[in-house]
């Protein structure tokens, strides 16, 4: 189970709000699609959810994140230069 409570998402740079009073529950075998415009902080919640300190440079996070025994798992949309470098052959 993964449990959101009250969670607000504000960007430090130019306090635009991402999240509200964001809740969210999640039980064994659901599924969840997260859908928007790009810039509008889908990246960002996920990365909150994996581990909020990944955020807390770029973003005031306030709510709670309850989890049960899961293990969570988090691909990072931008490939990392050193795994892009290893695969390249010229």
């Not at 529950?25 to 790009?38: F, Q, R």
């Not at 949309?77 to 290893?86: I, P």
Request: net charge negative; with cysteine.
């Amino acid at each position: 189970m993964l449990q959101i409570k009250k969670l607000n998402l504000t960007h430090k740079k130019d306090l635009r709000i991402i999240l509200n009073d964001f809740n969210l529950v999640l039980n064994d075998g659901d599924k969840a699609v997260i859908i928007g415009e790009e810039g509008n902080g889908k990246s960002t919640l996920m990365k909150w959810i994996y581990n909020p300190s990944l955020v807390e440079n770029y973003i005031e996070a306030d709510g709670e994140r309850i989890m049960g025994h899961e293990r969570l798992g988090y691909l990072p949309q931008e490939m990392l230069d050193e795994y892009a470098s290893s695969k390249c052959t010229a």
